[in-house]
């Protein structure tokens, strides 16, 4: 059971899929015109906006009536966490309608420096949930029970982001592959 179009096997059961590459009209498409939505993590800026994300957080779980200090870092890493996580890795696709859905089937992550790893951007990306992480545990006085929930929040960031994991959906987590 194989679509033709694609060459990825299409089994129910199966809960771990790659994500084929792209053919030779997706890749035309993809260098007709820049890719608006990945392109801004490299203008100047962007890169400020994530400590500034973090401490209005930060702000806004202090300001909350009985609010603890752990408390409030736990809910600083986990939120961003989970708008990272929407953000670079569930949301397949561009919101823009101008490249013929070159991008339909990557998510933002890969979509990013063209996929290649390790470039300062993507570096940038990856150090930061894991500085928060670090921040959280150390603010939370190392208590065993924070120190978890803040460790699966930064597994469930970073795992996505690591090379193997490229191009490979999980469906519990990113639905299953469109039909073509």
Known sequence: MSSGK?????RSS????QEPP???EQISDQAANPNLNSQWVNAKGAWTIHPVIILGLKILFDVMPGM?????WTLTNITYM???YLMFHWVRGVPFEFNAGAYDHLNMWEQIDNGDQYTPAKKFLLTVPIVLFLLSTHYT???LTYFIINFLALMAVVIPKLPF??????A?????PPDD
């Open 14 to 17: 199966s809960i771990i899929y």
């Open 6 to 10: 694609s060459g990825r096997r299409r």
């Open 22 to 24: 792209e053919s030779v």
């Open 82 to 84: 989970t708008g990272s």
């Open 172 to 176: 519990p987590f990113s639905g299953a």
């Open 141 to 143: 006085h190392y208590d």
């Open 68 to 72: 603890t200090q752990e408390i409030s």
């Open 165 to 170: 994991a490229h191009r490979m959906r999980f």
